[in-house]
């Protein structure tokens, strides 16, 4: 695991050196006072005005720093020591208090104290996790009792699928070794001139072992829901059908999100 993580690490370390600078990510609009939290997200956390936000897998901040706005009193953490650097930058340019602590979330108690109103993680962050018993876990030991977990993910059954040909291509179910993809100069971002080639190593995650995680872990499940869009254009063959609604034209009737709010 110790490899995986490492070579995930080198990765993204590359792709937070690229994303800040890319379309996808809109920068000038950004820092101009632009969210870049969506609708799901914010809606079903409502005014987070004067809570204790932690986000787990905040890359290089662009949501923390949303929710920041917001009035939270926010904390982010990513494993790419590059990401919070920027993540970093961004919060003193504009002048906002949000913490950013470089930590995979395994190790992340050892490095973070007291505890949150909000535990927020969102889109395409659960197939970088080889397991979820220890996620789930360091979720339960910073949320306050009675306070929420929101979850807003890539649905699984989606991502079973080759988007490009709109035929399976992956297990639904969890198989301990991972996929490994080499990547060189692209992510979802876009392309870029790249260094060296990397691997990504990747993991496959159904919605009973996700839900079966936090559930054991001492969370109660207060709302699922599943939608037919994605709020990003990332992936191959995809239409917009209304603002920041993208969806599969290969695969137009299947569910392409899903969202778990929890409390402590």
């Not at 006072?33 to 662009?62: N, P, S, W, Y």
């Not at 108690?109 to 962050?125: A, M, N, P, R």
């Not at 996700?210 to 037919?228: P, S, V």
Request: one cysteine or more; charged letters at 25%; hydrophobic letters at 35%.
């Amino acid at each position: 695991m110790k490899k995986y993580l490492e070579e995930n690490q080198k990765l993204w370390d590359e792709w937070a050196s690229f994303h800040p600078d890319s379309k996808f990510y809109n920068m000038e609009s950004f820092l101009n006072g632009q969210t870049t939290l969506k609708e799901i997200e914010m809606g079903a956390l409502g005014d987070v005005k004067g809570k204790r936000l932690l986000h787990l897998q905040c890359h290089f901040g662009q949501d923390t720093l949303s929710w920041s706005r917001l009035g939270a009193k926010t904390t982010g953490v990513d494993f790419s020591a590059t990401a919070i650097e920027t993540a970093r930058q961004l919060n003193r340019q504009l002048g906002l208090d949000a913490l950013f602590i470089q930590s995979d979330i395994q190790s992340l108690k050892g490095k973070l104290e007291g505890q949150y109103d909000i535990v927020f993680t969102s889109y395409g962050v659960l197939t970088w996790l080889p397991g979820l018993q220890p996620w789930a876990e360091v979720i339960r030991h910073y949320l306050k009792p009675g306070g929420v977990f929101l979850l807003v993910e890539f649905h699984p059954a989606f991502m079973m699928f080759d988007l490009e040909s709109g035929h399976p291509a992956y297990s639904y179910f969890y198989e301990e070794a991972p996929l490994e993809t080499e990547i060189n100069g692209h992510s979802y971002a876009g392309e870029y001139e790249a260094g060296a080639s990397h691997k990504e190593y990747t993991w496959q995650h159904n919605l009973s072992d996700i839900t079966m995680a936090l559930l054991d872990a001492g969370l109660a499940l207060k709302e699922f829901r599943e939608y037919d869009f994605s709020p990003y254009n990332c992936w191959p063959e995809m239409e917009e059908i209304a603002p920041d609604r993208f969806r599969s034209k290969k695969l137009p009737g299947a569910p392409h999100l899903f969202s778990l709010r929890m409390e402590g």
